[in-house]
Each structure stands twice: as C-alpha cells, then as structure tokens.
C-alpha cells in the first residue's frame, strides 16, 4: 500500500502529527527508532517538566498532574503511552529506525530496519537530541564518564564532577548537592546569570539558580566557571581556566551534559539543504524542506520545546491533508 503520510519519531511532535493525520482520515504510519516518548522517557527520573499541562497536551485539559502546577517525566509519559497505545489507538511501529527516505517523484520510499514503504508525504520529526555534544577530553572512558543523568541517589557521599553549563547539567548539579554527594561543576559560561543567548531560549531556570546558589553557600557545591574539563585521570580531572592555568579537582564519577544538535543525517541523505545552524531549511509557514512533500516539524527545527511541538504539526498535517485531497481530486 501508498500511505498517505509517514511519520518519523513518535515524540510530542509526532504524536501530534499522528492524531492530526487521524483526525483528517489520512492513511498514516509513524515509524520510531525507540519507545514512544523515548526522548522524555531519558529524562532523570522523577524530572518536573517547566512546561504546563496545556504545553504538553495532544487533546487539551487531558493532562492532570497530582501535585502542583507542572507534570513530572512519569505523568507526562503515562499520558503519552496510555493516549497513543490504549484511547487514540495511534498506528505506531516502535523499536523500528528509518534508515533512509528516498524521493521517488511525487512520493517517497521510506526504508527501516525491518521493512520498506510508499508514502506520498513524509514529516521528520525526529528531535533535536540525536547529536550528543561530547567532552573530548584525555583519558575519558565509559566508566568514568557518563553522558546521560538518571538519579543522584547512587552517588550519595560521592565527589562528584558536572560538565556544562545548560539546564540539564544544573539540575543534574543541585539533585547530587540534594542527594548528599559533594559537587564539582564546571561551565564555560562565567556566571548563572542569563545571557544575552539565552533570551528566546529558557536559560538556567531562576527556581533551580536560587537553591544552586544556597548550596554554594553551604559549601556543598564548588562552581569553576569559564573552565573546560580536557583530562579525567583515575580519580580526579583536570579543567583548564581561562587564562591557560590547569586545575585538579577529585571526582569519583563524571557527568558531561553539554547539550546536543539535531541529527539531520537522514535529511541531508534525502537532499534536504542544511542550514549552517546545523538545522534543516524549511519555508516557517508550511514546514516543507527543500525536498518538495518532506517537512520536519519539533525541536528538529527552530520551534523549540513542547509548547511547538504539540501545536505546529496540526496546521502542518491539516495543509499536508488539503493539498492531498486537492491533488486527489484533480486526478480522480
Ligand atoms: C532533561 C530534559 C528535560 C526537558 N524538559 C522540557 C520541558 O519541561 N518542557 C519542554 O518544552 N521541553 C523540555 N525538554 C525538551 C523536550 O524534550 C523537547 O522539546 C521535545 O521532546 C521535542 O519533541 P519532538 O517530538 O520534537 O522530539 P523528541 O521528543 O526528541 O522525539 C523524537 C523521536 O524521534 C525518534 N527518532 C530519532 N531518529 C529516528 C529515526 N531515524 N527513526 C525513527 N525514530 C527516530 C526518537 O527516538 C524520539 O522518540 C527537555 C529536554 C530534556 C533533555
């Protein structure tokens, strides 16, 4: 069979292109390389989002935390989970990577790692996370380097190292502080406070800068700013300041959470130009690329978070569906 449209990457944004496509009686797929949610579900555990339920929400006024005004990680992913698998039935393939998507004139084929598919239109929804930033640093191994934080409790009455200087490092800073491990962090950046490139994204968030700062304070937190970490030994690193000098601190575990780029390899392959911004090129009303049929939609693109994520698929699959029912028209 021809699909009307395939989806690839079953996070917030493909979930939203999928009960968009649902909504409009299209013959869908989505096709996701992990679990649904997968992005959220490697989120530290017990993470409250900053985003409010109507941020999140597929159908609005359906996400109801218990406690508080923000959704943890757990609530955001049951609601997901249950939404796409039990009441809206979504056609969702997971644990099935897309390999390639080939222009075909007029339509596509889309190849994964267990079968091959027609489709007329494709949207790519597949984040802004594929690319993890890496440290680079001498002497890194797996066992003294971790790229992904799950929980602080493991490292109660550890002495603990945190690279880089975004929300997820800062969070992952203050729940070792709160677990009781002494904490080392070191940022490029020269203070907490936002900076001008922070201005249309969230920045260190002021409720998590707050408690950072009492931990400082009660000497449970030691932060090196404008310092690069360039050499992990047995058990200590090596950071390097700003003016060249190289200072050892002790650690017993390292955590470097720098942030990552899209991974816009299978565009690139599909033709689709990449901007210098590492982001695919895109018209902003419509989301297609520069592959005519092929559109990217979420935090692959420059509409960032949630909040995006959950609203500018439905006006790109509601156009995708009238200029497929125009096209079928014409030629019926
Ligand atoms: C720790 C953390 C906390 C965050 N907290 C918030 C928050 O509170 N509020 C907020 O707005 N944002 C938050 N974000 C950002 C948020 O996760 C993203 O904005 C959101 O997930 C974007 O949704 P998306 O659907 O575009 O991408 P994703 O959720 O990343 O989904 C992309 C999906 O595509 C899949 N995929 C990738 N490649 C392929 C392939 N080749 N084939 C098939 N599938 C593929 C992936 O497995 C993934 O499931 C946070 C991010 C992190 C890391």
């Excluded at 644990?95 to 007329?120: C, D, L, W």
């Excluded at 390899?265 to 210098?276: E, K, M, R």
Aim: glycine share 8%; hydrophobic share 40%; net charge neutral.
């Amino acid at each position: 069979m021809t699909y009307d449209l395939i989806i690839v990457g079953a996070g917030p944004a493909g979930l939203t292109a999928a009960y968009a496509a649902q909504q409009a009686n299209l013959a869908y797929l989505v096709l996701e390389r992990g679990a649904i949610a997968q992005t959220v579900a490697e989120y530290p555990i017990g993470r409250p989002l900053f985003s409010t339920p109507d941020e999140v929400e597929l159908i609005p006024g359906t996400l109801k935390p218990k406690a508080g005004p923000k959704p943890t990680r757990e609530e955001v992913l049951t609601y997901y989970t249950r939404l796409a698998t039990r009441e809206l039935r979504l056609a969702i393939h997971t644990y099935e990577a897309v390999q390639a998507i080939i222009p075909t004139g007029g339509g596509f084929q889309v190849i994964s790692a267990k079968n091959v598919y027609q489709a007329r239109r494709v949207i790519v929804a597949t984040g802004g996370f594929g690319r993890p930033y890496r440290l680079n640093a001498r002497g890194e191994t797996p066992a003294r380097v971790s790229y992904r934080f799950v929980e602080a409790f493991p490292f109660a009455g550890q002495t603990v190292l945190v690279v880089g200087g975004g929300n997820s490092a800062a969070e992952a800073a203050l729940d070792l502080c709160q677990a009781g491990a002494e904490v080392h962090w070191s940022l490029r950046r020269p203070s907490l406070d936002p900076r001008p490139e922070d201005a249309d994204r969230v920045g260190i968030k002021p409720w998590v800068r707050a408690p950072l700062r009492e931990c400082v304070a009660r000497g449970e937190l030691t932060i090196h700013y404008a310092t690069t970490c360039v050499e992990i030994l047995p058990t200590s690193a090596r950071l390097r300041c700003q003016a060249g000098s190289l200072l050892e601190v002790p650690c017993a575990h390292v955590f470097a959470l720098l942030g990552a780029a899209p991974d816009v390899s299978l565009l690139a392959a599909a033709g689709v130009a990449i901007a210098p911004d590492e982001r695919p090129v895109y018209d902003p009303e419509t989301n297609e690329t520069s592959v005519p049929g092929l559109y990217v939609v979420g935090h692959l693109t420059r509409e960032l978070h949630m909040k995006n994520a959950t609203v500018v698929p439905r006006r790109v699959v509601a156009a995708i569906a009238q200029r497929l029912t125009h096209s079928s028209s014409a030629t019926g």
